[in-house]
Nanobody
Framework: VQLQASGGGLVQAGDSLRLVCTAS????????KGWFRQAPGKEREFVAA????????YYADSVKGRFTISRDNARNTVDLRMNSLEPEDTAVYYC??????????????????WGQGTLVTVSS
């Protein structure tokens, strides 16, 4: 599975942005999809995930209520809609695919495939 993330850019605090991850290759639909982010000087952290079966979603506390993850298995895409962006959301955002489970949705090691990242910069 090859993943390509897009949609990043420079926005102001309070703005919205939509990231899209497009997959090619083997059976993307069977995997749980996730978004992670890495700010300068910090470790990569979990943002959101969505199950392949059932569509259950998971969010980091820092983005809950502001970000929404969705998937389109027919189009092999997973979106991350980000509202009310804050300067603290500035990071490189990565999409990922891995174990389709309700457990450990926030664990990086449970994701097998990673995209190259797209930069989101939120100015104050």
């Amino acid at each position: 599975v090859q993943l390509q993330a897009s949609g990043g850019g420079l926005v102001q605090a309070g703005d919205s942005l939509r990231l899209v991850c497009t997959a090619s290759g083997r059976a993307f639909s069977v995997y749980r999809k996730g978004w992670f982010r890495q700010a300068p000087g910090k470790e990569r952290e979990f943002v959101a995930a969505i199950r392949s079966t059932g569509g259950s979603t998971y969010y980091a506390d820092s983005v809950k209520g502001r970000f929404t993850i969705s998937r389109d298995n027919a189009r092999n895409t997973v979106d991350l809609r980000m509202n009310s962006l804050e300067p603290e959301d500035t990071a490189v955002y990565y999409c990922a695919a891995g174990v389709d489970s309700d457990n450990n949705a926030n664990r990086r090691d449970d994701y097998y495939y990673w995209g190259q990242g797209t930069l989101v910069t939120v100015s104050s």
